[in-house]
């Protein structure tokens, strides 16, 4: 019986808004390199690791992480582009019905994401009583897929692993190390998801496009 359902962040509950471009891509072009997994781990690495006093030396990590130099102009266009101000987190609208129906049900929620620390003001711990437990990587100081993040929301949730169903759009991030550990999983392949990078990087055997198809898992 499934007790409680983690859910990765990005491109499964939320997007970023800003002009339909993924930001880890965007990040690519400034330094005219191609988008891989490679540098995303590094872009990762190096801007969500970790609390950070301003967003301009967020940026600066991000620079020697990558082995760039943080030269002014760098530096300005990337602080554009990771602005908070300007990249609001949106729910996928089945997002929130879903989640809060998942509550009425009795089922905790929680989430497990790499995320920076200017980037998730919404999604707090108890933010609307909705969420049980919220890991976020720059919190914790570790990125997914290392299982401290997956093993401290069991724990905050109180459930065992073979009670907890994972949801993620990343195989590597979500569903691998989660289905180690025991956990159910689900892979998750939205089709409105204009700025997911995930779409073609494989297969699994339990996929969804919606959230509310979760229901046959649980």
Known sequence: MIKAVIFDLWHTLGYNDKSNENLIVATANIFGEKFSMDFLKKVEEG?????FPSLRDQ???LCMRLGKEP???????????????TRRVMFFPDTMPYLKSLKKRGIKVAVVS?????????FKEGENGLFDAV?????????KPDPKMFKWALKKLGTKPEETL???DTLTDDILPAEKLGMKCVL???ENDRTSVTKNMGKYRN?????????KFL
Do not use: H
């Not at 030269?71 to 101000?85: N, R, T």
């Not at 890991?135 to 990125?143: D, P, T």
């Not at 996929?207 to 229901?215: A, C, S």
């Open 47 to 51: 801007a969500m690791i970790r609390r």
């Open 59 to 61: 940026m600066i990590s």
């Open 114 to 122: 790499n995320t920076g620390c200017f980037t998730c003001p919404l």
């Open 166 to 168: 994972m949801v993620g």
């Open 207 to 215: 996929m969804i496009k919606t959230l509310p198809e979760l229901d």
């Open 135 to 143: 890991a976020l990587s720059f919190e914790l100081g570790v990125l």
């Open 188 to 190: 998750i392949r939205r």
């Open 71 to 85: 030269k002014g102009q760098v530096l300005e266009k990337l602080a554009k582009l990771w602005d908070p101000s």
